[in-house]
Each structure stands twice: as structure tokens, then as C-alpha cells.
T-cell receptor, first 113, second 115 residues
Framework: QQQVKQSPQSLIVQKGGISIINCAYE??????FPWYQQFPGKGPALLIAIRPDVSEKKEGRFTISFNKSAKQFSLHIMDSQPGDSATYFCAAIKRKAGNMLTFGGGTRLMVKP | DAMVIQNPRYQVTQFGKPVTLSCSQT?????MYWYQQKSSQAPKLLFH???????NEADTPDNFQSRRPNTSFCFLDIRSPGLGDAAMYLCATSKTLRERKDTQYFGPGTRLTVL
């Protein structure tokens, strides 16, 4: 059973547009939600993360929106650029169970020039 | 720069021939992880070390072993690679297991090909 569901699997956005990736989780024991960005042939890199007591966190063009009651969170990439083309993974962590990442399935984003 | 380093970046081995992948870190982190990532899939945790304490995921095959001789280095040994073990192997580190905002830093990965 997939504990963190991510959609869409792939996304094509025009340069300057907004990219939106959604994730939903089942287990309310999750208490930290990072997003990772992975370029082809590279390891994932931490992009931004949020705690469940915060509804939104913004870092530059990247924003996480968090809806605790719906057990959903999303990544918004404003003014998307071709250099943002990568695979994005949402993840969830249960701090009390150790720093283990439960990943979503990933979204392959392509930003067209 | 502090970082997670993996060697080699590309490894080709033959079916059944043991192979060892290497990870080193200059972050002085206590925890080191090994993940397997197959094409178009999320990374899958194989095991992790907290200092010298080894923790195996329940579904990690016995074919996969690990060693951590010191804080900086961790090795992944695949005793008898099968065709299904062809994947990207990612090493990651974190300072602790439970602190807020303490998440994992990944290396660039080793792409393993099994012939």
C-alpha cells in the first residue's frame, strides 16, 4: 500500500507558467514533509520542507501548501523555467520512527521554452 | 565543500559476480543510508546505519549487505547480482534520526549495470 500518493506522474508546463504537483498521505503520524528535486543521473536534492502546523511555506519561486485536515500537500513552482525540468518527489517522515523518508511516486516535470 | 561522494559513478558487473559500491561523507553525519532506485521509480530504502548500529529494512534481500568501517565511509556489497539488481544506488546521510528539519542529503548515485 502506497502511503504517499503523488500526482501527476508527468507534467508539461510552458516557460513562465505555474507547475503544481500534489501529494496525499494516509498516516497521521507523519510530521514532516520534504520535497526533493532530482535531475537525470543525479541524486535527489532537498528543495523545501514543511511542518504540518504550517499551512504554507515559500522559498523563492517554490511554495508548499499544506492542508492537514485533508492530509494533502502540494508544491507550486511559480514562473517555471526550463532549468526546473526534473523529477520531483514529495516525501513524508515520522520523526518518532526515525528520519526515514516515505517517498511519493515522483512527477517528471518538463518546462518548455 | 562538505558533501556525499559515491564511487564509482558507473559500475558494470557480470551476473553473479560480487560487487562493492562505496560512499563517503564529509558532513560528519551520524546516519548513513543506502537506497535502490530503478528507472522512473522513487528511491527504495535498503538499510541504514546510525553510527555503528545497522538497521535492515524488512524487505531488503539477503543478497545486499553493508559495512561502515568508520563515520565517513559506508559500503554496499551485492553478493550475487542478478539482472533485477540493475539500478541506481543512492547513498544519503543525515545528522540524526529524530531532529526536526534534519533531513537527508543524497550523493550523486552509482549506476549499476548487470550483464
Amino acid at each position: 500500500q502506497q502511503q504517499v500518493k503523488q500526482s501527476p506522474q508527468s507534467l508539461i508546463v510552458q516557460k513562465g507558467g505555474i507547475s503544481i504537483i500534489n501529494c496525499a498521505y494516509e498516516n497521521t503520524a507523519f510530521d514532516y514533509f520534504p520535497w526533493y528535486q532530482q535531475f537525470p543521473g543525479k541524486g535527489p536534492a532537498l528543495l523545501i520542507a514543511i511542518r504540518p502546523d504550517v499551512s504554507e511555506k515559500k522559498e523563492g519561486r517554490f511554495t508548499i501548501s499544506f492542508n492537514k485536515s485533508a492530509k494533502q500537500f502540494s508544491l507550486h513552482i511559480m514562473d517555471s523555467q526550463p532549468g526546473d525540468s526534473a523529477t520531483y518527489f514529495c516525501a513524508a517522515i515520522k520523526r518518532k520512527a526515525g528520519n526515514m523518508l516515505t517517498f511519493g511516486g515522483g512527477t517528471r516535470l518538463m518546462v518548455k521554452p | 565543500d562538505a558533501m556525499v561522494i559515491q564511487n564509482p559513478r558507473y559500475q558494470v558487473t557480470q551476473f553473479g559476480k560480487p560487487v562493492t559500491l562505496s560512499c563517503s561523507q564529509t558532513l560528519n553525519h551520524n546516519v548513513m543510508y543506502w537506497y535502490q532506485q530503478k528507472s522512473s521509480q522513487a528511491p527504495k530504502l535498503l538499510f541504514h546505519y546510525y553510527d555503528k548500529d545497522f538497521n535492515n529494512e524488512a524487505d531488503t534481500p539477503d543478497n545486499f549487505q553493508s559495512r561502515r568501517p568508520n563515520t565517513s565511509f559506508c559500503f554496499l556489497d551485492i553478493r550475487s547480482p542478478g539482472l533485477g539488481d540493475a539500478a541506481m544506488y543512492l547513498c544519503a546521510t543525515s545528522k540524526t534520526l529524530r531532529e526536526r528539519k534534519d533531513t537527508q542529503y543524497f550523493g550523486p548515485g552509482t549506476r549499476l549495470t548487470v550483464l
